[in-house]
């Protein structure tokens, strides 16, 4: 094997609820995967250093112990979750966000916690999950919570887009590892009323729409399923909203897989409308892929 493929998947533990929650996800994927797990805590670079004042001294030992603390814990529950996974754990000094991205170079998958410890409660995605959600060039799996249930089943958002093929390609992996099925999910609305108020173009047929936006979707899906021969492949074409139509199929899903980029926005935007909306509300763990 190479190098490159014997890269172990990156997991960022801070403490949280959610950190563990992403941890234990992550043991599972790096058994699934047959990767090594890499357990990675991120520490402010001054609580490294030796400081001359004793004062200062102890408390900083204090917060690297806890830092070793968690990563012991981490490694506790991955390893009660999933005994075959094989780990390794660092303190690692810098920017929380900084740090996992450096840490995703040429890994292949980041996996974090939907929150932290941040202390604003009212916020649904952290800060450094967010910026990695942005940023990593790798695929990054955002997890809430462990999941008590499996419900043997993958969710994939569909487009038209390159985007939709990056995804495509690591929810049919993913679907493979599991033995799950895979629903593709494509949503359509009304095309937006081109006179005043609520005015339909004169020409509009929701029916011819309706058959061009499954053939968006087959054409989407198209070489993959010969790829994956076992993969029980479901085609959903929903008339209404994507990030609801997405937020229900979560409910029943083991993940949800996402391309970063849509056909809306503009041309430097990092991660689409229903990326965001998904990192915030999809009921089971989220892979942006790019
Ligand atoms: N210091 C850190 N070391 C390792 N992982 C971290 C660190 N901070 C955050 N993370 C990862 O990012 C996830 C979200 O944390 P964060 O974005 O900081 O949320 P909050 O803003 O609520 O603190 C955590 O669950 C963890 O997976
Ligand atoms: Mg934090």
Redesign the pocket.
Known sequence: MSERAQRPIIVGA?GSGPGYAAVEWAAQEAVRRDRRLRIVSVLSPWLLEPLPEPNADRMRRELRDNGQEVLRQAAARAAAGEPRVRTETELVPGG?AQTLLKEAEGAPMLVVGGR???EFGGLLL???TNQVALYARCPVVVVRRTEETAHGEVVVAVDDTPSAQAALGFAFEEAALRSARLRAVHAWRDPASLGWGEMQPPVYDPELVAGEESRVLSEALAGWPARYPDVEVVEEVVRGGTVRALAGASARADLLVLGSRGRGGFAGLLLGSVGQAMLHHAHCPVAVVR
């Open positions: 801070d929380p932290g410890l941040g952290g800060s450094a």
